[in-house]
Nanobody, 115 residues
């Protein structure tokens, strides 16, 4: 079964930075576009950022554009999310998954932005 293990979350003050990591296993990672998603309390899960299989193209939700950067290392089956200038509204559980053909979700990593 496909597995995703997210890490790197935590409590950070507004304006701070975090770098999330997600290591995937049990599928051909380098063949798939990968995305980060997030789910805030009481809200639906939303797409945050996507990177193509070889990292040649990235896209972002308008709410994070210019602040977040997605990247990947296919040799390590890992996708990253660098988050800068964090805002309280970025508070959520962050997950990674394929962009299409969504697999079972991992446990996610909690990001809390608060003073």
């Amino acid at each position: 079964q496909v597995q995703f293990v997210e890490s790197g979350g935590g409590l950070v003050q507004p304006g701070g930075s975090l770098r999330l990591s997600c290591t995937a296993s049990r599928f051909s990672f380098s063949r798939y576009s990968m995305s980060w998603y997030r789910q805030a309390p009481g809200k639906e899960r939303e797409l945050v950022a996507t990177i193509t299989n070889i990292g040649s193209s990235t896209t972002y939700a308008d709410s994070v554009k210019g602040r977040f950067t997605i990247s990947r290392d296919n040799a390590k089956n890992t996708v990253y999310l660098q988050m800068n200038s964090l805002k309280p509204e970025d508070t959520a559980v962050y997950y990674c998954n394929k962009r299409f053909q969504i697999e079972s979700w991992g446990q996610g990593t909690q990001v809390t932005v608060s003073s």
